[in-house]
């Protein structure tokens, strides 16, 4: 693989510091919350190509990278406790609703990810991939809805089981830096979402010790997985970055479609046909709250990129 080229990680000043807290708020709570994109939010801080060079980098190039993902990382515990302890119950108490606020955030985020390929030439090659990378997350929300069996177990496991755990903080890895891709959504698909976010209880672990081997093994191939897909994103980014575009805009305008099918929004429409839930309000707090997220995100996009023609004129 090519030798990249060397990207100025420095923060100018305490601005871009601080939206790097939020970005890792964003990464932390895409795992919690299906089809939220910690990515996409890199793509509109422009980030996005310092994110892949630091991750890719933090071995070789430790001290420059790691004070460049402090900020970052910090904000990612945040995300994560957030979305753990306040998210997942305002997702249990009102799943359409919330689901629709993050929804309206992604599509008001879109054009931002749009923006890279503006004016590009459509080939067959590109528009393949566009429609590939739209299948994907999907895919992936229909397969844990309807085809994947019932939540795993995290209890009486094999060994085999532990390389699997690897092999899914692997593409949990992935997910962290391919805008467009939920880790939520993909540990859904495999039945381990639930069982690895009702785990995390002292009770649990107290009961059934053998779980911290699982989250040593999800990390083990989360580490694994962002290093080496950073320095294979970069290099694909090097040799053909607009046509490498056109998969992610599709997988990004995926991801907000799959906001609206996964098991736990299905269980709402399941609720609603069987007049559990009252559709009305649930549909309107839903459509309101999906508006707000919409005009805030799509505002936050005419900023920056205001902000950033200015710093081009200067």
């Given at each position: ?25 964003f990464i932390g709570l895409a795992v919690i919350v299906p089809g939220i994109s910690g ?67 992604m599509i008001g985020a879109f054009p931002a990810v749009t923006d890279e390929i503006r ?196």
């Amino acid at each position: 693989m090519e030798e990249t080229k060397d990207i100025d990680l420095k923060y100018k000043n305490k601005k871009e510091t601080f939206m790097g807290s939020i970005l890792g708020f964003f990464i932390g709570l895409a795992v919690i919350v299906p089809g939220i994109s910690g990515s996409t939010m890199a793509i509109i801080f422009k980030l996005y190509d310092k994110l892949l060079y630091a991750i890719g980098n933090l071995i070789n190039k430790f001290k420059y990278s790691f004070i460049f993902l402090l900020p970052i990382g910090i904000g990612a515990v945040l995300g994560f406790s957030l979305g753990f302890f306040g998210i997942q119950f305002l997702l249990d108490l009102l799943p359409f609703a919330i689901m629709a606020f993050f929804a309206g955030l992604m599509i008001g985020a879109f054009p931002a990810v749009t923006d890279e390929i503006r004016k590009e030439k459509l080939t067959l090659k590109r528009i393949l991939l566009f429609l590939l990378g739209l299948g994907i997350p999907i895919v992936i929300s229909v397969t844990s809805t309807f085809v994947q069996g019932g939540n795993q177990s995290l209890e009486n496991l094999k060994f085999y089981h532990y390389i699997l755990f690897v092999f899914l903080g692997y593409i949990v890895a992935i997910t962290q830096v391919v805008p467009g891709l939920s880790a939520t959504a993909l540990l859904m698909a495999f039945g381990y979402f639930v069982p690895i976010m009702k785990s995390v209880k002292f009770s649990y672990i107290q009961n059934n010790p053998m779980v911290l081997l699982v989250y040593v093994c999800l990390v083990i191939g989360f580490i694994i997985g962002l290093i080496s897909f950073s320095k294979i994103l970069t290099w694909i980014f090097n040799k053909s970055r607009k046509t490498a575009f056109f998969m992610i805009v599709g997988l990004s305008l995926g991801s907000i479609i799959s906001m609206f099918f996964n098991p736990d929004i299905y269980k709402t429409y399941q609720s609603w046909a069987n007049g559990e839930a009252l559709f009305g309000l649930d549909l309107g707090l839903g459509i309101g709250l999906l508006l707000i997220g919409a005009g805030i995100a799509y505002l936050f996009v005419r900023y920056e990129r205001k902000h950033s023609q200015m710093e081009l004129e200067i």
